[in-house]
Structure formats: C-alpha cells, structure tokens
Nanobody
Framework: QVQLVESGGGLVQAGDSLRLSCAAS????????MGWFRQAPEKEREFVAS????????AYADSVKGRFTVSRDNAKNTVYLQMNSLKPEDTAVYYC??????????????WGQGTQVTVSS
C-alpha cells in the first residue's frame, strides 16, 4: 500500500494560484493511479483531477478544466495539482488519492489527510 501526505494549501484571493503537492511512500507507488478530490463543508466529496501511472492520461472535473493541471513525478514519489485562477467556489479541503488501478476510480483505496484551500472573494 501507499501513504499520502498533502501540502501547499492556504488562504488566497480570487484569481491567485496555488500548487498542491502529495508526497507518497510505499513500495508500490509507481503502480498507482493518483489524483485529487475535494470536499467543501457539508458537501459531498467530489473528483477534481487524476493521472495514470505514467502521467500521460489525465482527467479533470468540468469545474476546474482549463484552470487546474495535475502532474506526477514518479522518481520523486510526488503528484501535484497546479491551481490557477482560483475562485471562491474552489474553497475546500483537497485530498490526494491513489488506487491500485490503471485509472483512478471515484472511490479510491487510499487517501491523504487533506489540505485546506480557502479562496476569498
């Protein structure tokens, strides 16, 4: 299995950018599909972005497409989420996730602890 630790969240103004990082450990890291979910208070957790093991197959939620970019560096055991043009509706706890599958599912097997992103208007 893999252990995931997110970082990079914070308080920013609308239009600003943040880069989230997810450091992974575990012997099978390079075999995992990885990505990001987010959850706002009293809302369901929603998919944000994902990348397959090689990083060449990516997917994005419509709400972030064109603004967010997911990437991964398997040599560094790290997956990133570059968030540009942030909006107040992006405010949420962002969770790194991993699956022992080729493509990340809607119910990943492994989760990080989450990092708070707050975007003020």
């Amino acid at each position: 299995q893999v252990q995931l630790v997110e970082s990079g969240g914070g308080l920013v103004q609308a239009g600003d950018s943040l880069r989230l990082s997810c450091a992974a450990s575990g012997r099978t890291f390079n075999d995992y599909a990885m990505g990001w979910f987010r959850q706002a208070p009293e809302k369901e957790r929603e998919f944000v972005a994902s990348a397959n093991w090689g990083g060449r197959m990516t997917a994005y939620a419509d709400s972030v497409k064109g603004r967010f970019t997911v990437s991964r560096d398997n040599a560094k055991n790290t997956v990133y989420l570059q968030m540009n043009s942030l909006k107040p509706e992006d405010t949420a706890v962002y969770y790194c996730a991993a699956d022992t599958t080729v493509v990340l599912t809607t119910t990943p097997n492994y989760w990080g602890q989450g990092t708070q992103v707050t975007v003020s208007s």
